[in-house]
């Protein structure tokens, strides 16, 4: 019960975004492909003496089988599109690439034989991956949900609900790409020699 007399019940919302991956890639080229990266701890030994220790793991997904990937926010579990067969590299040698970072998401809580699995089987997985027919690149499906649990706040206008993932560059910059954004222009009007403190504003002083 959300009010009085009204009855919202539990349930999920489901997205799947279509991707068309042709990163850093020229007509007649080599496709992408896709890697998939899972931060791991290291063995205990010598390159673990402290037992702090971890790493990233990057795994080829060589298949559109092996492509069937889920989430994983414990082993902050990303994936990364890239071209291997190309001359193009960073200022340290590394392909570049495109990294899907996944966002919240939720698993479908239903089992093997409902009904409507057997005509929603992409929710299965939150990851998959096949060949553009026309041309040679890679065709990603991402699949992230929500779980709505009805709250009294929810009634009578349902504030916004945030879910996505994040496509960012990896390896196409030197440097953070932000940091010749222009000053901020309340800023511009101090001389750039100009060292002296400016007094804090006195509603400032009375919060610190």
Known sequence: ????????????????????????????????????????????????????????????????????????????????????????????????????????????????????????????HNLWQNRSLEEADIVLWYVFGIAHVPRLEDWPVMPVELIGFMLQPHGFFNCSPAVDVPPNACETDAKENDVKERPLPSGVIAKL
């Open 1 to 124: 019960m959300i009010a009085p007399g009204l009855y919202a019940p539990v349930h999920r919302h489901f997205f799947v975004a279509r991707m068309y991956m042709a990163v850093d890639r020229k007509p007649g080229e080599a496709h992408n492909q896709v890697v998939e990266v899972n931060v791991k701890v290291e063995e205990p030994g010598k390159d673990n003496v402290h037992n702090n220790a971890f790493y990233a793991e990057e795994t080829l997904l060589r298949s559109e089988l092996e492509a069937m990937r889920d989430c994983d926010p414990f082993l902050a579990r990303h994936w990364i599109v890239m071209k291997f067969e190309t001359r193009t590299v960073n200022r340290n040698r590394q392909l570049t690439g495109c990294r899907l970072v996944p966002g919240s998401n939720c698993l479908p809580l239903a089992g093997p034989e409902a009904k409507f699995m057997r005509r929603a089987a992409f929710l299965n």
